[in-house]
């Protein structure tokens, strides 16, 4: 059921079929490299966040570079990696039902799978999966660090439920999931700094009191590609959880970096390659790749090689190039790279990985093909 | 790659595992034979748009009541259908590029593929494609009616087309691709009239001029499900590809009919069933259901089930069920069907329909689980 990869390696990049993922395996080394020297000189571990490629054959080159182990989303997810031979797995996420907790507690014996609650039925249900299936589970407690989303309040209410979890014979309590999402995308470096400040606040009152209660926390886990040296620099996390630095998105680069500037600290390596399939008006080139092929959550794809070139009007499968104010214009049948919003939702729209190498040069060629192994994984 | 089903047959629809696409089948029938009425009373052809469905087993649904074969929006999307059994698959959209073309007219010694063009580029490499595969291939010209889209200009662009077209010897002039996109969504019936007597002008101007020319229209097709009777009535399209009316969205239930009440031609049928994984709020239900599993582009699902729930802050996993306006609320661990805002682009993120016999019945249970076959056919 996979569609047929649009390249093979060792073809050059112009014979790409499209709409295709590429990635820019030299940015893309670049930006595994920087987040593995940061993490290093701050002295914390990084867990990267698989739901951002869904791909083990990445994730083994975010261990081979001293990743810890790497975060998913959902359990479907986890199995793809552990599948793959991570080792080490962090489900960031509630999971709630008898089902995917049976596919967790099942995964738990052939790798390390941390869970992630915030309620006593959480708790229960948990347990009960990993009794029925003679496991033991690695359990943190999210906590609600500003994001309103999940998460039990700092403090005594997270200590409650660590309690729960700590009485639990086939549970162990691990720790805290402390993720400010809504901190990732602020613009400016005050406004992340703010929201940050509060969150690591909330944590090292949860920590202290846990503590307090005779629990200690081996994972502090949060922070993303947006604020991840905010947490590095915190004292109280110790797992950073970034995921987006590997590919940098087109909504990421609008953030603001630390002096007010660009935020520049990593490059854009994910691209999609595309055709303009239409040209009826020469100010205007459709494109064979619209709702099926980006997210537009963020914000439409930039055309980096067209300036001025503007992306509009998404059906499913069309996209318009407006080009009334670019000076450089592609031809009908011409194939356009264009960096998208947001890379998470759109990577997992994809089969394959197309990975270029020279991407930037004069003769970029394809290097790898992967799939995207956990695509479709909302499980 | 595909992902593990939700669901087996013979389950109920409590033991569905989450995010999972359902279709109501009740209501999935009863759409598919008033459409097919529909046609039959009107004396048109009905060539359903496989971009909604993307499976065979649903196309050969459409073709036992009556349906001349399918439209498909991409090549890897034909693919899917030929290979699934279906005989006549017209490709609603230009293709440009040998890889695709070499593939479409291979595809073309297998089944009937009629190709849309826009211009002589696209002429020239579909004559070439045809000729490498000893190929005949029926082809279309796309007119602009109005969506300023695709499409030449109607009249004597049109004709300078299908002249073209005429003179391949690989290439047979079929007819006319006339879908105006742009209407299907307009809310009032006056609106989506007016928008739709412009394409009907502009269509029979081309036709009329193609028959001052020699050349005859065997397919004269277009129409959607917002505006298929507009098209049925006018007296010069043969062929209608709705695709829609198989599910209705949030979106196209937001039209109005042709009485200015609510456009009721067609039921809801398609569902995303989610789990609440969290509540911390009593007013909050965070659903596991998010970007991956929702396209967002004609606004959030609607929770049919808890009258003043808002589907809210929607990123990769999560969901928001803002509570607050509600007075009946779900509890954490329970499932909720959604309505998805746009079906086409939801569809497409999901590998596996689950058919449920008797959704508004005492014992809702799974009768099939197909897969979304050309789930990820973007090339």
Tied chains: 1, 2.
């Excluded at 014979?169 to 929201?195: N, V």
């Excluded at 922070?223 to 909504?251: K, W």
Aim: aromatic share 6%; glycine share 10%; proline share 5%.
């Amino acid at each position: 059921m996979p569609m047929l990869p649009p390249a093979t390696p060792g073809m050059s990049l112009a014979d790409v079929d499209t709409p295709a993922l590429l990635v820019d395996l030299d940015a893309f080394e670049r930006n595994l490299k920087r987040m593995a020297d940061a993490v290093a000189k701050a002295g914390v571990r990084l867990r990267p966040h698989a739901k951002t490629h869904k791909s083990p054959i990445i994730g083994h080159k975010q261990v081979a570079l001293g990743a810890v182990g790497l975060c998913c989303q959902k359990v479907s997810e986890a199995a793809a990696m552990v599948e793959g031979g991570i080792r080490d797995v962090l489900v960031s996420n509630e999971v709630i039902g008898a089902r995917k907790l049976d596919r967790l507690a099942a995964l738990s014996r052939q790798a390390r799978v941390i869970a992630c609650v915030d309620s006593p039925l959480g708790v229960e249900q948990l347990a009960a999966a990993a009794a029925r299936h003679g496991a033991q589970v690695d359990v943190i407690v999210e906590i609600d660090v500003g994001a309103s989303r999940c998460g039990v309040a700092p403090g005594q209410p997270a200590v409650a439920l660590a309690q729960a979890i700590a009485r639990e014979k086939h549970l162990r309590f691990t720790g805290l999931q402390a993720y400010q999402g809504r901190a990732q995308h602020l613009r400016t470096i005050e406004e992340r700094r703010a929201a940050i400040d509060e969150a690591i606040a909330r944590t090292k009152t949860t920590v202290s009191a846990l503590k307090a209660a005779g629990l200690s926390c081996d994972i502090v886990g949060g922070a993303g590609t947006g604020t991840f040296e905010l947490e590095a620099a915190s004292g109280v996390y110790n797992e950073l959880q970034a995921g987006s630095y590997i590919f940098m998105d087109a909504d990421y680069a609008r953030n603001k970096g630390a002096s007010g500037g660009a935020f520049d600290t990593f490059e854009h390596a994910l691209f999609v390659y595309a055709t303009v399939m239409s040209m009826t008006d020469p100010a205007r080139a459709v494109i064979d790749a619209g709702l099926k092929t980006f997210a537009f959550d963020s914000g439409p794809p930039i055309a980096p090689d067209f300036a001025g070139a503007i992306y509009e009007r998404p059906s499913d499968e069309h996209g318009s190039l407006n080009l009334s104010q670019s000076n450089t214009r592609p031809g009908l049948g011409d194939k356009v790279r264009l960096i998208p919003g947001h890379c998470d939702p759109t990577v997992n729209l994809h089969d394959w990985y197309v990975g270029i190498r020279g991407m930037s040069g004069a003769s970029p060629v394809v290097e790898s093909v992967w799939p995207v192994a956990a695509r479709g994984g909302v499980f």
